[in-house]
């Protein structure tokens, strides 16, 4: 079985920038403009999203030839993982004494490898 290490490595350096942007901006909506939790995590998330698009788009998944497609697919996708994303910060966050920012490192982490699959196999498939 073919396991696609290159690019799991480029999905890694995509993902960690958009993970950089999410927790950037969660820490400073929270820390400096008083947004809360849930609500600055949504924001991240949201601009994560277009920084993830666009480096997976153009390094991750070069070969896709279909654009609007995936652009579509993309979307759909990323509002499923906006979703889960929301609820399980809001679920560690509610019942857990730990810090919020370790809180969304965990669920980041927690959906990597899946995203990875769903993003290879359906939202860029060649």
């Known amino acids: 079985m073919y396991f696609p290490l290159k690019q799991m490595m480029k999905y890694g350096i995509a993902g960690g920038t958009a993970a ?21 995590s949504s924001i991240g998330f949201l601009c994560a999203m ?49 810090n919020y920012m370790i809180c969304q490192i965990a669920v980041i982490l927690s959906i990597f490898l899946l995203n990875f699959f769903v993003n290879k196999f359906f939202t860029f498939r060649i």
Do not use: R
């Open 50 to 98: 277009i920084v993830n698009y666009s480096v997976q788009n153009f390094y991750v998944f070069p070969n896709n030839q279909n654009k609007i497609g995936s652009l579509l697919k993309y979307t759909l996708v990323t509002l499923a993982f906006f979703y889960l994303n929301s609820n399980l910060f809001t679920f560690l966050l509610d019942y857990t004494e730990i």
């Open 20 to 40: 950089a942007t999410h927790l950037g901006i969660l820490f400073i909506l929270v820390a400096y403009f008083e947004i809360p939790k849930v609500n600055s």
